[in-house]
T-cell receptor, first 114, second 112 residues
Framework: DSGVTQTPKHLITATGQRVTLRCSPR?????VYWYQQSLDQGLQFLIQ???????AKGNILERFSAQQFPDLHSELNLSSLELGDSALYFC?????????????FGNGTRLTVT | AQSVTQLGSHVSVSEGALVLLRCNYS??????LFWYVQYPNQGLQLLLK??????LVKGINGFEAEFKKSETSFHLTKPSAHMSDAAEYFC??????????FGQGTTLQVKP
């Protein structure tokens, strides 16, 4: 158990809908990262927060947004969903936002858009 | 910009045989390198990391990796494969924000 909790585990929704994925980092970790994993794209970095502030942005679509709250949990919002958004979404956390600080991953949320 | 290339999307070995998973990196600064393992329907678990110091890094489950700057490589090895090692393995390099850039992954199959 990594200590990172993601909910829900599975999500099935229709095209055009909006969903929210939730992540609770390990106790004491200040940095949260979101990744998307799909068969064709592999593991793609979406966005990073550190202590409530956006730190880095990757291949995140404009239809997607995220935030980190004062209690350090994070939410990833996906809107106007398309079939191609079906993927496994991972949250990871680390103590600090430094290159030598390993990331600890949750078990992911599997999103299926029908 | 940093990047990672994993050579071989699928590797198959017999139980008890040597496991070698290849990873080459590109980085304009001294790299911080990681190997993660992903079992079916699970998240990624850290196997080992190289930050500074000793170039031969030992990890969990009997795995180790050697950082070779001259070859820009960070290959993962295990002397004797077990059936339980069957999984997908990811090599990654960290950038200055701490985020990881992953390779495409290598699926390890272990045959009895």
């Amino acid at each position: 158990d990594s200590g990172v909790t993601q909910t829900p585990k599975h999500l099935i929704t229709a095209t055009g809908q909006r969903v929210t994925l939730r992540c609770s980092p390990r106790s004491g970790d200040l940095s949260v990262y979101w990744y998307q994993q799909s068969l064709d794209q592999g593991l793609q970095f979406l966005i990073q927060y550190y202590n409530g502030e956006e730190r880095a942005k990757g291949n995140i679509l404009e239809r997607f947004s995220a935030q980190q709250f004062p209690d350090l949990h994070s939410e990833l919002n996906l809107s106007s969903l398309e079939l191609g958004d079906s993927a496994l979404y991972f949250c990871a956390s680390s103590v600090v936002a430094r290159p030598n600080s390993p990331l600890h991953f949750g078990n992911g949320t599997r999103l299926t858009v029908t | 910009a940093q990047s990672v290339t994993q050579l071989g999307s699928h590797v198959s070995v017999s139980e008890g045989a040597l496991v070698l998973l290849r990873c080459n990196y590109s980085s304009s600064v001294p790299p911080y390198l990681f190997w993660y393992v992903q079992y079916p329907n699970q998240g990624l678990q850290l196997l080992l990391k190289y930050t500074t110091g000793a170039t031969l890094v030992k990890g969990i489950n009997g795995f180790e990796a050697e950082f070779k700057k001259s070859e820009t490589s960070f290959h993962l090895t295990k002397p004797s494969a077990h059936m339980s090692d069957a999984a997908e393995y990811f090599c990654a390099v960290s950038d200055n924000t701490g985020k990881l850039i992953f390779g495409q992954g290598t699926t390890l199959q272990v045959k009895p």
